[in-house]
C-alpha cells in the first residue's frame, strides 16, 4: 500500500509540472489574439513611389522643342558650337535618381534666352508617409513660395465688369476739361498696369498636367533697362517633381518678352516631359 501511494503522488507531481510548462506559452497566445492592434499594425509600411529612376534632363529635351525656346539655336552657323548648344550642361548633382537637371544658354540677335530642366524624385523616410504624399507636401510648399495671386471670386468679377461697362459710369465718356499731362501719359504707356494682363496669362495653377501644376509668370527690370520675363512650369506626377525655368532678357531696353508665348513654349515642353515619365 504504501508503494502504491508513493507511486501515485509522484505521477500527479509530474502532471502538474507538466501542465504549468504547457500554460504558459497558451495564456501568452490567447493575450496576442486579444490585442489585435499591437505590433502588427505598427509596423504597416506606406506605398513606396511609382517612380524609382528619373529620366537625363539632357537628353529629354528634344531639338525642336529647343529650336523654339531657344531660337538663337539655329543662329549658330559653326556645327560644333550648335552641336554643344544643343547638349546643355548638366547642374551639379550628388545623386541622379534622386535629383537631376540641365541648362542651356543660348543668344541671338534680338535676346538672350535661357532654359533650366530639374526632376526631383521624392522619397519618404518615414514608414508611415508615403512617396507621394511626402511628395505632395514639398509640392504644396513650392507652390506657397511662387505665392500666386488668388483667383477672383465670382461676385468681385461681376463687380468689376459692372464698374468698368459704360453705363456704370456715365462722366466717363464725357470728355476732360484738361488734357493729360505729358508725365503721366508716359509712365501709362512705358508701365502697362498688371490689370490688363488677360487673367488667362496671370500666374495660376493648373488643371491639365501632372497630378497638380502651377504656372509663375514674372517680369524684371524697368523701362529704361531690358526687361527679363522668367516663366516657371512645375508639376507633380506621383512621387517625381518637375520644374522649368524658361528665361529671356532682349537685347533691345524697353522691350518687355511676350508673356503667352513664351509661357505656350514651356507648357509645351512641360506636357512632353509629363508624357516622358508617363511612358
Known amino acids: 500500500m504504501q508503494r502504491k501511494a508513493y507511486v501515485t503522488g ?25 490585442n489585435p492592434g499591437g505590433a502588427g499594425t505598427a509596423t504597416a509600411v506606406a506605398q513606396p513611389g511609382k517612380y524609382d529612376t528619373l529620366p537625363e534632363p539632357c537628353t529629354a ?6 529650336d523654339s525656346l531657344l531660337p538663337g539655336i539655329k543662329q549658330i552657323t559653326d556645327t560644333e558650337q550648335r552641336d554643344k548648344a544643343y547638349e546643355g550642361e548638366a547642374t551639379l548633382t550628388y545623386d541622379t535618381d ?39 507636401e514639398l509640392f504644396a510648399k513650392k507652390e ?21 461697362s459704360p453705363s456704370s459710369s456715365p462722366s466717363s465718356s464725357a470728355p476732360s476739361s484738361s488734357a493729360p499731362s505729358s508725365s ?13 494682363t488677360p487673367s488667362s496669362l496671370l500666374p495660376r495653377t493648373l488643371s491639365d498636367l501632372g497630378d497638380e501644376a502651377f504656372v ?6 524697368s523701362a529704361s533697362t531690358a526687361q527679363q520675363r522668367t516663366v516657371t ?36 515642353l512641360a506636357s512632353k516631359l509629363a508624357d516622358t515619365l508617363a511612358g
Open 10 to 34: 509522484v505521477v500527479a507531481l509530474l502532471a502538474a509540472l507538466l501542465a504549468s510548462c504547457t500554460g504558459g506559452p497558451k495564456d501568452t497566445g490567447s493575450t496576442d489574439d486579444a
Open 61 to 66: 529635351v528634344g531639338h525642336g522643342t529647343l
Open 98 to 136: 534622386r535629383k537631376a537637371g540641365c541648362r542651356w544658354k543660348v543668344e541671338s540677335s534680338d535676346a538672350t534666352d535661357h532654359l533650366l530642366v530639374d526632376f526631383e524624385r521624392v522619397v519618404s523616410y518615414d514608414n508611415a508617409v508615403s512617396d507621394d504624399a511626402q511628395a505632395q
Open 144 to 164: 506657397e513660395a511662387a505665392d500666386l495671386p488668388q483667383p477672383p471670386s465670382a461676385d468681385a468679377s461681376a463687380t468689376a465688369d459692372f464698374s468698368n
Open 184 to 196: 503721366s501719359s508716359s509712365s501709362a504707356s512705358a508701365s502697362p498696369s498688371s490689370s490688363a
Open 216 to 221: 509663375n509668370d514674372v517680369v524684371s527690370g
Open 233 to 268: 512650369v512645375a508639376f507633380r506626377t506621383s512621387n517625381v517633381i518637375v520644374t522649368i525655368e524658361y528665361e529671356e532678357q532682349p537685347a533691345t531696353v524697353g522691350t518687355v518678352p511676350d508673356s503667352k508665348e513664351m509661357q505656350d513654349r514651356a507648357r509645351n
